[in-house]
């Protein structure tokens, strides 16, 4: 089993800026992807940002250029670091990882429970 334990999340105003970090745990031979994704009351869980074990990255369109992904493949931590925040970014923030247990299993995907985010306007 995986646990994946989110933090960093809070109240900010409009234009401010919060570092959420995940860190990763339990039975694990390699992650292949790590990253986060958002849902906003009434609406879909959505991609934010997911990094390949490889350093790959891929952005939500609403991000792009705001926010910055980071991970420590050692560590199995991942970070996001979320600058010129908007009310829109308001939402839960999930930890999301797609790993393998050991070396002949195949991908499982795991989630966090998840930090919320709000940002004032």
């Known amino acids: 089993q995986v646990q994946l334990v989110e933090s960093g999340g809070g109240l900010v105003q409009a234009g401010g800026s919060l570092r959420l970090s995940c860190a990763a745990s339990?039975?694990?031979?390699?992650?292949?992807?790590m990253g986060w994704y958002s849902q906003a009351p009434g609406k879909q869980r959505e991609l934010v940002a997911v990094m390949t074990d490889s350093g790959s990255t891929t952005y939500g369109d609403s991000v792009e250029g705001r926010f910055t992904i980071s991970r420590d493949n050692a560590k199995n931590t991942v970070h996001l670091q979320m600058n010129s925040l908007l009310p829109e970014d308001t939402g839960y923030y999930y930890c999301?990882?797609?790993?393998?247990?050991?070396?002949?299993?195949?991908?499982?995907?795991?989630w966090g429970q998840g930090t919320q985010v709000t940002v004032s306007s």
């Open positions: 339990g039975s694990i031979f390699r992650i292949n992807v």
């Open positions: 999301h990882a797609v790993v393998r247990t050991n070396l002949f299993s195949s991908q499982q995907t795991y």
